[in-house]
C-alpha cells in the first residue's frame, strides 16, 4: 500500500500543473499521485499522459467529463489506494524541505495499530507580489508532537480553522464517511474540511510549512469579483454545512464547537459578499440564509446570530453594513485571503 496519494484536480491547467506534479514526485514509489483531468479544454490531458508514462507506479490519470472541483476530489477518493489522502491544486505546490519529514511520520503512522484519522500540517497564503508570505500555523491550538482527540483542541481564534489545504485525512475514513462533494460547484473545499470530521477521532499535528497556496491569478475562485459572481455556489455550500451541522448535535463538545467557528466563518463570507453586492435582492437572499439555518437548527441559528459575528451581519442600518464590511477588510489584510 501507498502511503500517500495526492489528488490533483486539472482543468485546463497546462501553464502551471507541472510545477505542481514536479514538486511531489520527490515522494517517489511511496506515494501516488493522481491527475484528474476535469474535461480540459487545453493540453492538459496529454501533460498528464506524459507524466504518467514518465513516472509509471507513481502517477496515474483519471480523464472524466467536467464536473467541477468537487467531481475531481470524489474521483481521487474513488481511485486512492494510499494510506492516507491530501488534495493539492493544479497552481499549488508543497515545501520541499517539509515533504521528507512528513512522509517520515506517514511512515511511523502505517506501523501502528490505531493510526491518527486526520493529519495537519502548516500552509502558506502564497499571494502573488507580497513581501510577507502569511503562514497559517496550529501551535496555540492544537498539541504537537503526540496524537489526540477533541477533548484537546483549544479554542481557534477568529478567522483562523482547519483548511483542505492543511489537512489530509487517512482514506478510509473518507470511504466510511460516504464523502461526496457536489459537482458544477466551487467552494466545495469548505466541505471537505468539514463534513468528515465527526468520524475522525484522532488526529496529529505537524508543525511543518508543507502547504503553499498559490492567490494571484485573477480567474481564481477566491477572488473576491468572482466570489460574488458565483454568489448562488457560496450559498450551496453554505447550506450543505448547515444541513451537516444539524446532524452533530450529539457529538462531542469540542468538536461542535469547533464546527460552530468554522460555520460562522463562512456564513460570515457569504453574508459580507451578499452586503457588498448592495441590492434587494442580495438582501433578499441573505435574509433567505439565515432563515434556512433558523429553520433547519434553531440551536446553532441562535448561537450565531446572537455572537458578534451574527449581529454584525445582520445589520440594517448603512453604518452597521458599512462597519461589517471594514470589519471583514481588516481580517483580509491579517490574514492574507482574497
Same mark, same amino acid.
Given at each position: 500500500?501507498?502511503?500517500?496519494?495526492?489528488?490533483?484536480?486539472?482543468? #485546463?491547467?497546462?501553464?502551471?500543473?507541472?510545477?505542481?506534479?514536479?514538486?511531489?514526485?520527490?515522494?517517489?514509489?511511496?506515494?501516488?499521485?493522481?491527475?484528474?483531468?476535469?474535461?480540459?479544454? %487545453?493540453?492538459?490531458?496529454?501533460?498528464?499522459?506524459?507524466?504518467?508514462?514518465?513516472?509509471? @507506479?507513481?502517477?496515474?490519470?483519471? +480523464?472524466?467529463?467536467?464536473?467541477?472541483?468537487?467531481?475531481?476530489? #470524489? *474521483?481521487?477518493?474513488? +481511485? *486512492?489506494?494510499?494510506?492516507?489522502?491530501?488534495?493539492?491544486?493544479?497552481?499549488?505546490?508543497?515545501?520541499?524541505?517539509?515533504?521528507?519529514?512528513?512522509?517520515?511520520?506517514?511512515?511511523?503512522?502505517?506501523?501502528?495499530?490505531?493510526?491518527?484519522?486526520?493529519?495537519?500540517?502548516?500552509?502558506? &497564503?502564497?499571494?502573488?507580489?507580497?513581501?510577507?508570505?502569511?503562514?497559517?500555523?496550529?501551535? @496555540?491550538?492544537?498539541?504537537?508532537? !503526540?496524537?489526540?482527540?477533541?477533548?484537546?483542541?483549544?479554542?481557534?481564534?477568529?478567522?483562523?480553522?482547519?483548511?483542505?489545504?492543511?489537512?489530509? &485525512?487517512?482514506?478510509?475514513?473518507?470511504? %466510511?464517511?460516504? =464523502?461526496?462533494?457536489?459537482?458544477?460547484?466551487? &467552494?466545495?473545499?469548505?466541505?471537505?474540511?468539514?463534513?468528515?470530521?465527526?468520524?475522525?477521532?484522532?488526529?496529529? &499535528?505537524?508543525?511543518? %510549512?508543507?502547504? +503553499?497556496?498559490?492567490?494571484? !491569478?485573477?480567474?481564481?475562485?477566491?477572488?473576491?469579483?468572482?466570489?460574488?459572481?458565483?454568489?448562488?455556489?457560496?450559498?450551496?455550500?453554505?447550506?450543505?454545512?448547515?444541513?451537516?451541522?444539524?446532524?452533530?448535535? +450529539? /457529538?462531542?463538545?469540542? =468538536?461542535?464547537?469547533?464546527?460552530?467557528?468554522?460555520?460562522?466563518?463562512?456564513?460570515?463570507?457569504?453574508?459580507?459578499?451578499?452586503?457588498?453586492?448592495?441590492?434587494?435582492?442580495?438582501?433578499?437572499?441573505?435574509?433567505?440564509?439565515?432563515?434556512?439555518?433558523?429553520? /433547519?437548527?434553531? =440551536?446553532?441559528?441562535?448561537?450565531?446570530? !446572537?455572537?458578534? =459575528?451574527?449581529?454584525?451581519?445582520?445589520? !440594517?442600518?448603512?453604518?452597521?453594513?458599512?462597519?461589517?464590511?471594514?470589519?471583514?477588510?481588516?481580517?483580509?489584510?491579517?490574514?492574507?485571503?482574497?
Amino acid at each position: 500500500m501507498k502511503l500517500l496519494t495526492i489528488a490533483v484536480p486539472c482543468y #485546463n491547467s497546462e501553464s502551471y500543473m507541472e510545477n505542481c506534479v514536479n514538486s511531489l514526485l520527490p515522494g517517489g514509489d511511496e506515494v501516488e499521485i493522481i491527475l484528474i483531468n476535469d474535461g480540459s479544454k %487545453d493540453s492538459t490531458p496529454q501533460i498528464a499522459d506524459r507524466l504518467a508514462a514518465e513516472y509509471p @507506479g507513481i502517477v496515474k490519470v483519471v +480523464h472524466k467529463e467536467n464536473g467541477g472541483h468537487g467531481s475531481g476530489v #470524489n *474521483a481521487g477518493i474513488e +481511485h *486512492a489506494t494510499g494510506l492516507y489522502y491530501k488534495v493539492v491544486d493544479s497552481d499549488d505546490w508543497v515545501d520541499e524541505q517539509a515533504y521528507p519529514k512528513l512522509l517520515a511520520k506517514l511512515r511511523e503512522f502505517a506501523d501502528m495499530v490505531e493510526k491518527p484519522d486526520a493529519v495537519i500540517s502548516n500552509y502558506i &497564503y502564497d499571494k502573488e507580489g507580497a513581501k510577507h508570505k502569511k503562514v497559517m500555523k496550529y501551535t @496555540g491550538s492544537l498539541p504537537k508532537d !503526540r496524537i489526540f482527540g477533541w477533548e484537546d483542541v483549544k479554542h481557534m481564534g477568529l478567522g483562523h480553522y482547519i483548511l483542505m489545504h492543511s489537512l489530509m &485525512y487517512r482514506t478510509q475514513v473518507l470511504k %466510511d464517511c460516504g =464523502l461526496h462533494l457536489p459537482e458544477h460547484t466551487f &467552494y466545495v473545499d469548505n466541505l471537505f474540511a468539514f463534513v468528515p470530521f465527526p468520524y475522525v477521532k484522532k488526529m496529529y &499535528y505537524l508543525d511543518l %510549512d508543507f502547504y +503553499h497556496y498559490y492567490i494571484g !491569478r485573477s480567474d481564481q475562485s477566491v477572488n473576491e469579483t468572482v466570489m460574488i459572481s458565483r454568489i448562488d455556489q457560496q450559498i450551496r455550500v453554505n447550506k450543505m454545512m448547515i444541513d451537516c451541522m444539524a446532524e452533530q448535535s +450529539h /457529538k462531542h463538545s469540542n =468538536l461542535r464547537k469547533y464546527m460552530l467557528n468554522y460555520l460562522s466563518i463562512v456564513t460570515t463570507v457569504t453574508s459580507i459578499l451578499l452586503i457588498l453586492m448592495d441590492s434587494k435582492e442580495a438582501d433578499a437572499m441573505k435574509d433567505d440564509l439565515w432563515r434556512y439555518m433558523k429553520k /433547519k437548527d434553531l =440551536l446553532t441559528y441562535t448561537t450565531l446570530r !446572537r455572537g458578534i =459575528l451574527g449581529i454584525c451581519m445582520n445589520f !440594517r442600518s448603512r453604518l452597521g453594513r458599512k462597519l461589517a464590511v471594514c470589519g471583514y477588510k481588516i481580517s483580509q489584510k491579517l490574514y492574507g485571503f482574497n
